[in-house]
């Protein structure tokens, strides 16, 4: 059974940081690329940030600068670390683990962390 279980949402002012964990069970974790997504209200779910199963990492241009993913292979675990926070940034962040094998994707959600910009 596949899990993502997020960790470290919550409310923080304008300016400030959080750090977003992401832990996953249930999968070979080295073969997977993770990514960290996001959806506020009435919105879209939008890419945060990804990084491969090799260790390159792309971001969406509202975050680049301010927020840095990475992993830890040895304790499949994912991380998003998110300076100068803003009131935008407010949203659900999900954690997603995706690889192809062969034609057919396999591709797992965590079940989100809210994260509130607000003063």
């Known amino acids: 059974q596949v899990q993502l279980v997020e960790s470290g949402g919550g409310l923080v002012q304008p300016g400030g940081s959080l750090r977003l964990s992401c832990a996953a069970s249930?999968?070979?974790?080295?073969?997977?690329?993770m990514g960290w997504y996001r959806q506020a209200p009435g919105k879209q779910r939008e890419l945060v940030a990804r990084?491969?199963?090799?260790?390159?990492?792309n971001y969406a241009d509202a975050v680049k600068g301010r927020f840095t993913i990475s992993r830890d292979n040895a304790k499949a675990a994912v991380n998003l670390q998110m300076n100068s926070l803003k009131p935008e940034d407010t949203a659900v962040y999900y954690c997603?683990?995706?690889?192809?094998?062969?034609?057919?994707?396999?591709?797992?959600w965590g079940q989100g962390t809210q994260v509130t910009v607000s003063s």
């Open positions: 990084i491969t199963s090799a260790g390159s990492t």
């Open positions: 997603n683990a995706d690889r192809w094998w062969g034609v057919n994707k396999y591709d797992y």
């Open positions: 249930g999968i070979k974790f080295n073969s997977y690329a």
